[in-house]
């Protein structure tokens, strides 16, 4: 599944925040003349404005093709101001400025508004404007956020591997936990609740931890760490898993199983749970993750388990009787 990627335009906070009200201004009854004129007035009078208003507006169409219950509020509610307020909010947000890019990452519905996602159980690649290329692994998203200075690639939530081509701006990869700095690289970075791990194939990442005041760390090739937002692991070669994910597939070398089924569940909706009795059994081999049943039906003829399936999402491997 791929995309072409289309960057929002380098908008000022206080022109996203005049389009908005003007939007709003708009739903809630239409302009008057005299408010149309203005309207019209604005619009004309800076190329910046013409942008904003484009892109304010298909990011209302986004919103309304969410199944968010914030947006469906928002967007629904009869006319109030709270209802402004939060349909203003959802708008800023999704436009992705300088005012609201840091405010994003702190509210539950930034997936939901992320430039770019992918579902569970779906792979997705992007392909950026400056050449790069992103991967999205199964229910990860990510905001980009190009200027004539600066390339950001925030990822939100999830996993991507990013193919980062030359270009004179400097590049950042912001995680909840830090900051890379590619260098023409190739590398893997998954999110995890309390840390980020970074796999580099190619190239060399720096690496700053948010709360670190030192020097940051340079990784070099084949080399992969784990990070949180205070210091970092020391580097380690790379698995030989590191990226099987792009081709399909789940590699495992002596992995618990209820690690491996925790990996596999990722790829699928609802909940795949490991009975504690059978959770250190080992598990080897490749499996593809686009067909989770079968790699299941494997589980059974090649361990001592069974699989019970109460529902299509709700699954559990258990000991075998």
């Not at 959802?90 to 992320?114: F, H, M």
Request: proline share 6%; net charge positive.
């Amino acid at each position: 599944m791929s995309g072409a990627f289309n960057h929002p335009p380098d908008i000022g906070s206080a022109v996203a925040e005049q389009a908005v009200s003007w939007l709003i201004e708009m739903q809630d009854g239409g302009l008057s003349p005299g408010r149309q004129q203005a309207w019209e007035q604005w619009l004309q009078a800076h190329s910046e404005h013409q942008r904003a208003w484009e892109h304010i507006q298909r990011i209302n169409q986004r919103l309304r093709g969410l199944s968010s219950p914030l947006a469906h509020a928002a967007l629904n509610a009869p006319k109030s101001n709270s209802r402004r307020q939060a349909l203003k909010l959802l708008l800023l947000l999704g436009a992705g400025t300088a005012l609201t890019y840091g405010v994003r990452d702190q509210l539950p519905i930034t997936p939901l508004l992320a430039d770019f996602s992918s579902p569970v159980g779906q792979r997705r690649t992007l392909q950026l404007h400056d050449g790069s290329q992103v991967q999205l692994n199964t229910a990860s998203s990510v905001d980009v956020r190009f200027n004539g200075q600066q390339r950001v690639i925030r990822l939100l939530e999830g996993e991507m591997l990013l193919t980062a081509a030359q270009d004179p701006r400097p590049l950042q990869v912001l995680t909840a936990h830090g900051v890379l700095q590619p260098q023409a690289a190739r590398l893997n970075v998954r999110q995890f609740s309390d840390r980020t791990e970074v796999a580099v194939f190619d190239g060399q990442v720096g690496l700053m931890p948010t709360a670190h005041s030192g020097s940051p760390l340079w990784i070099q090739p084949h080399q992969q760490l784990s990070f949180n937002r205070q210091a970092w692991n020391p580097p380690r070669p790379l698995d030989a898993g590191s990226g099987a994910w792009t081709d399909g597939m789940l590699v495992a070398a002596h992995m618990r199983l209820a690690d491996f089924l925790a990996e596999l569940g990722r790829y699928r909706r609802g909940q795949l749970n490991c009975d504690p009795n059978v959770a250190d059994l080992l598990i080897s081999g490749t499996y593809p993750v686009d067909n989770s049943e079968r790699v299941l039906d494997l589980l059974a003829v090649s361990l001592p388990v069974r699989i019970r399936r109460f529902t299509r999402y709700w699954v559990t491997v258990e000991a075998k009787a």
